[in-house]
């Protein structure tokens, strides 16, 4: 209780979000063209995103990976928020995601899905979660939804990941492919470099859509070729360095907010330049506590 006998400390999520509400609009109203569901008031849906295409809507998906950016994103109108196993460069700070673990990947998501009251929550599938057997796939993607929160997973591989798709898919586990530059590949590809196997691509994103997934992420694929495989499927196709051609686009956010300075790949347009920011911050804190003009009288209680 402070001095008027007021709650001293509310509940630091109630607050946060009665805030961010009164900031924002409803998070669709200024997204008429974009959004997955444009003007109206409800959750986006695994349908949303299957009817797109022939609803003229471009679909958007960024990352999240805790509670306060996932809010933030979902007050945005951002269709979908993928809780990728990226988290393990971009949050874990390793140099691939490939020892992310399927408990990890349930912490994470349940934050994220705590947040979302409007975006599809997509939790990655990480490495030697499904590559096992269909039924090892089902048992951890079911985790992923009980446990997690998540509303699909999503699974990396075409050909190779049909099986484990059609398993889960036959559970009622919405989940989406992924094909292209697939990061748990980064050992067999030497490397995180450009897909450029016109067959294979296309064999891999039939196989996915005939195993039953609602969506197909292609990751670092020349413009012309997504472009190609976009035609040849009817699921929508979500591009990260795939070019213009694809139904939808996702992104790291860390990359997009410019949360690194040492990392610009050339398919990431950077909106913000949130780590200088944070930089700043930091520094002006540290010298106004160093010097003594913080906490000044405004912020001490008499
Ligand atoms: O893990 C991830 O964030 C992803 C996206 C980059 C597509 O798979």
Do not use: W
């Amino acid at each position: 209780m402070d001095d008027d006998g007021a709650p001293l400390i509310r509940s630091r999520a109630l607050a946060g979000q009665e805030a961010l509400m009164a900031k924002t609009t409803r998070p669709l109203d200024n997204q008429p063209n974009g959004a997955a569901i444009a003007n109206e008031a409800r959750p986006v849906t695994v349908p949303d995103f299957l009817s797109a295409r022939s609803r003229g809507v471009r679909l958007t998906v960024l990352t999240a990976y805790d509670y306060p950016m996932a809010r933030l994103l979902d007050a945005a109108g951002v269709d979908a928020l993928l809780v990728g196993d990226s988290l393990g460069m971009v949050v874990q700070g390793h140099e691939h995601s490939l020892s992310v673990t399927v408990e990890e990947m349930i912490y994470h998501t349940r934050m994220v899905a705590r947040a979302a009251k409007h975006s599809l929550v997509i939790a990655d599938m990480p490495f030697m979660s499904f590559q096992v057997s269909p039924e090892q796939a089902v048992s951890n993607a079911g985790r992923l939804v009980k446990e997690g929160g998540a509303h699909a997973v999503k699974i990396e591989g075409g050909v190779r990941s049909a099986a484990s798709i059609a398993a889960i898919a036959r559970a009622d586990i919405p989940v989406m492919g992924h094909i292209g530059l697939t990061p748990q590949s980064v050992r067999r590809f030497g490397g995180f470099r450009v897909q450029r196997d016109a067959n294979q691509l296309l064999e891999d994103a039939l196989a996915t859509e005939r195993a039953g997934a609602f969506g197909l992420v292609i990751e670092c694929v020349p413009a012309e070729l997504a472009q190609q495989i976009t035609a040849a499927v009817t699921i929508p196709t979500i591009g990260i360095g795939a070019g213009a051609g694809c139904d939808g686009q996702v992104l790291v956010t860390y990359d997009m907010i410019g949360l690194f300075d040492d990392f610009h790949p050339r398919f990431v347009k950077q909106y913000a330049d949130i780590g200088r920011a944070i930089l700043q911050a930091a520094q002006a804190y540290c010298r106004e506590v160093r010097e003594g003009s913080f906490p000044s009288e405004e912020h001490s209680f008499r």
